[in-house]
T-cell receptor, first 117, second 118 residues
């Protein structure tokens, strides 16, 4: 079964500082990987996704993520954080076509990002 | 136009009541989902439907019954509500059932329904 671990429940950074949110996954093959952001009282917005190819993926709002197969990781990064980035971030893994998990995303428990001025 | 819309946004009800949450998507997607986000913000899939057909039913109590009258709608009916049902319920849709490279794949989420059972 697929699973996702986000080791950091809460991260605090200063505005303008760099950011890295960790995500580790467990899946029997090369997974599809996603990062979503949830602002308070809102739904989830897709930041970026990895399917195959270039392991460094660019997303919206200046975010990027790097897929490292050897570490089973898909960490999210941003070089300079803005106050508006304060939100909760979810990493997710999706099963490839076939099997009984198709269509299903499995989410990590989320990382809350606080940004200090 | 909102891509995935859920109603109501907030729902406060007493234990034992029956309630429904409605979801509609105007994206032309084939697949729709219900996810539950608990008080610890953990998101877990409940159901998925593809072209009105139930695909995933993840060990959800029988009190929860999804209904998909057409592929643009997926409603969630909950019987005999319990305190533990309090959560935020998210509807989502995707282009297709299978996660395939080349699809513009990614869920589109609704803004959620916060259910409080008192």
């Amino acid at each position: 079964a697929q699973s996702v671990t986000q080791p950091d429940i809460h991260i605090t950074v200063s505005e303008g500082a760099s950011l890295e949110l960790r995500c580790n996954y467990s899946y029997g093959a090369t997974p599809y990987l996603f990062w979503y952001v949830q602002s308070p009282g809102q739904g989830l917005q897709l930041l970026l996704k990895y399917f195959s190819g270039d392991t460094l993926v660019q997303g919206i709002k200046g975010f990027e993520a790097e897929f490292k197969r050897s570490q089973s990781s898909f960490n999210l990064r941003k070089p300079s954080v803005h106050w508006s980035d304060a939100a909760e971030y979810f990493c997710a893994v999706g099963a490839r076509a076939g099997g009984t998990s198709y269509g299903k995303l499995t989410f990590g428990q989320g990382t809350i990002l606080t940004v200090h001025p | 136009d909102t891509a995935v819309s859920q109603t109501p946004k907030y729902l406060v009800t007493q234990m034992g009541n029956d309630k429904s949450i409605k979801c509609e998507q105007n994206l032309g997607h084939d697949t729709m989902y219900w996810y539950k986000q608990d008080s610890k913000k953990f998101l877990k899939i409940m159901f998925s439907y593809n072209n009105k057909e139930l695909i995933i039913n993840e060990t959800v109590p029988n009190r929860f019954s999804p209904k998909s009258p057409d592929k643009a709608h997926l409603n969630l009916h909950i019987n005999s509500l319990e305190l533990g049902d309090s959560a935020v319920y998210f509807c989502a849709s995707s282009h297709s059932l299978f996660v395939r490279q080349g699809d513009n794949y990614g869920y589109t989420f609704g803004s959620g329904t916060r259910l409080t059972v008192v």
